[in-house]
């Protein structure tokens, strides 16, 4: 019988393209909107997943528009209350349900500061809608799985969506409408090895680089989710200062490289610590000595990057059920979380 989270998993394609196709006028006006305000930061409010697409969007914007982006702790509205001065900026709240208190106590406290600011919601009408001065429905569609995937994905398909717009970016804006068939290709692909491969793993890094990071702290996350396994993301350049001493023969290592700049310094990243003994695979045709898991190439390095995590969520689901867990019912987990 299939799980809903494979079953969402599969919707992945399908939800991108209804996002594109229902959300097009709302997406324009977004855009628009930004041009207009023209901000000269972007500050971003999430939790959990959410925030790991908060953190993809960071490296878009910032390699697309050249606008640094800084990512709010929730609390300095609801715990601190504190006031923060954000004329001149945009803002980005995340959240699936669209009602965590302190996801909408710090979208409306950015809106209330004078921050151009937008939701990107699975659920409209809610509080962190009313909360926005631009809300976007992300058409993900019901997603009953308590890990979030195709939420994830269509959350980071509509930033794009709306940075493409702003920017007047004819390429991502290209690979962007291109996504549904490359999410297609990309849920077809086998990382079923990695069964086997990590059978033996207590514990595990997820490495990558730019939005690869964003794509490896998701996949930390789900492992965790899913299978209660110590997984832990890791910039290629960060895990040497100190976390690489913990890597060898059952300290695996998961390497999420795209088609762009830092392809060769994550691959050889893998490549150096599969030389001296470790288990290391990596998403790249480069690799020497690192095992190479198939992607799908988008022909653009933003979007390269988003389509790594389709295989990995149809691999983690399996490598979950294989580990005797059912990744419908994580433990202690349970499908809204509402802080405050």
Known sequence: MQTNMRREVNEIPEAAARLLSEQKAAIAAAGRALQAADPRFFVTVARGSSDHAALFLKYAIELTAGRPVASLGPSLASIYGARLKL??????AISQSGKSPDIVAMAK?????????MALTNTIPSPLADACSHPLDICAGPEIS???????????VAGLAILAEWTGDAALGKAVAALPDQFAKAIA?????LIDDL?????LYVLGRGPGLAIASEAALKFKETSGLHAEAYSSAEVLHGPVALVGPSFPVIALAARDAAEQ????????????????????????????LPFVATGHPITDALALIVPFYGFVEAWSRARGLDPDKPVNLKKVTETR
């Open 109 to 117: 406290a950015a809106t209330d500061a004078g921050a151009i600011s």
């Open 146 to 156: 308590v890990a979030a995937t195709k939420s994830y994905v269509n959350s980071i």
């Open 87 to 92: 004329d001149g900026a945009a803002a980005i």
């Open 265 to 292: 310094s994550v691959t050889g990243m893998a490549d150096g610590l599969a030389e001296k003994g470790a288990y290391a695979c990596v998403t790249s045709e480069g690799a020497r000595a690192a095992k190479t």
């Open 189 to 193: 692909l086998d990382w079923s090895g």
């Open 199 to 203: 059978a033996a793993a207590q514990s």
